[in-house]
């Protein structure tokens, strides 16, 4: 079936370092993706979105970036802080519905001072 | 805070029995969904509300059902409890049910089936 998934069950960086987050899906219709970050006791929270007629969207310290030939995007995050600790996870989706989105299961960040 | 309100945050029950949760969603949003996120899985997407009226279901077994109110919560039932059935539970809602409406989750309930 349709899968989303994570490259790295956990990533440990450096602060000041950049992280990347990695995401493979399966479905090759899928038009849209979104990148959420979970802090622990919290829900998923919002980070960026992409569709699939961009290769790249850049937001504040993040990026995005979409490769629809190997079905793979990554999520960039620029002089990672401690507040950035937290599960990531992006979700892909086709043909607008919200309902239809398909949730990854999450890589966690971990910020080493 | 993503002004989704969900209530309880932790429930603890016996197997075969039935609780409801709670979610109160972003006021002026109109669509309300339901996602189960057990270990080692994504957001299963349960079932979807927009202004009162089912929308859309998805992986929802028939012992969960939910609804959503005249002043726009949403109650999530879940009865004959199973082991399986401990999870997070989120509530999202989103202004409307329109193409990728960008959702709002609430910090979810953790519901542990002993």
């Known amino acids: 079936g349709e899968s989303v998934g994570l490259h790295l069950p956990t990533l440990s960086v450096q602060e000041g370092d950049n992280s990347i987050i990695n995401c493979a899906y399966s479905?090759?219709?899928?038009?849209?993706f979104i990148w959420y970050k979970q802090e622990s006791g919290k829900g998923p929270q919002f980070i960026i979105d992409?569709?699939?007629?961009?290769d790249k969207r850049q937001g504040q310290r993040v990026t995005v970036l979409l490769n629809k030939t190997v079905k793979h995007l990554s999520l960039q995050i620029a002089a990672t802080q401690p507040g950035d600790s937290a599960v990531y996870f992006c979700?892909?989706?086709?043909?607008?519905?919200?309902?239809?989105?398909?949730f990854g299961t999450g890589t966690l960040l971990a910020v080493q001072p | 805070d993503s002004g989704v309100t969900q209530t309880p945050k932790h429930l603890i029950t016996a197997t075969g029995q039935r609780v409801t949760l709670r979610c109160s969603p972003r006021?002026?949003?109109?669509?309300v969904y339901w996602y189960q996120q057990s270990l080692d899985q994504g957001l299963q997407f349960l079932i979807q509300?927009?202004?009162?009226?089912?929308?859309a279901k998805g992986n929802i077994l028939e012992r969960f059902s939910a609804q959503q109110f005249p002043d726009l919560h949403s109650e999530l039932n879940l009865s004959s409890l199973e082991l399986g059935d401990s999870a997070l539970y989120f509530c999202?809602?989103?202004?409307?049910?329109?193409?990728?409406?960008?959702?709002?989750f609430g910090s979810g309930t953790q519901l542990s089936v002993l």
């Open positions: 999202a809602s989103s202004l409307r049910q329109g193409s990728n409406e960008k959702l709002f």
């Open positions: 479905n090759s219709a899928s038009d849209y």
């Open positions: 992409i569709r699939s007629n961009m």
């Open positions: 979700a892909g989706g086709y043909g607008g519905a919200t309902n239809k989105l398909i």
């Open positions: 006021s002026g949003d109109l669509s």
């Open positions: 509300y927009y202004n009162g009226e089912e929308r």
